[in-house]
């Protein structure tokens, strides 16, 4: 099913990531519905850099949750680390004690 034909899309490319090739977004409807062609331009100059900007802050928030992310893994990686080495050593003591019992 079709909806929404009359639509207007905006496709970015070539943007400075490294992580995005191209961003499409589809307008309001009332957008570019000027008959001044100066005023149209400005208005496309003005969508194009806050489509820029919405990328440049999608890729911000990815990238502080990856970071987010790999600290939480650390810090698990930190916590599984200590237990094995109180593991260790709980048994180094069990087997000191058994030892000395038998």
């Not at 001044?36 to 919405?54: P, R």
């Amino acid at each position: 099913m079709i909806s929404h034909m009359g639509k207007k899309i905006i496709c970015v490319k070539d943007l400075p990531s490294n992580m995005i090739e191209e961003a499409i977004f589809i307008l309001k409807s009332d957008i570019l519905e000027s008959t001044n062609s100066k005023l149209e331009s400005k208005v496309k100059d003005i969508i194009l850099n806050e489509a820029e900007d919405i990328v440049m802050e999608y890729e911000k928030r990815i990238q502080i949750e990856n970071n987010i992310e790999n600290e939480k893994y650390k810090n698990k990686l930190k916590n599984i680390k200590r237990e094995a080495i109180y593991l260790a050593g709980l048994f180094a003591v069990a087997c000191i004690a058994i030892s000395i019992i038998i």
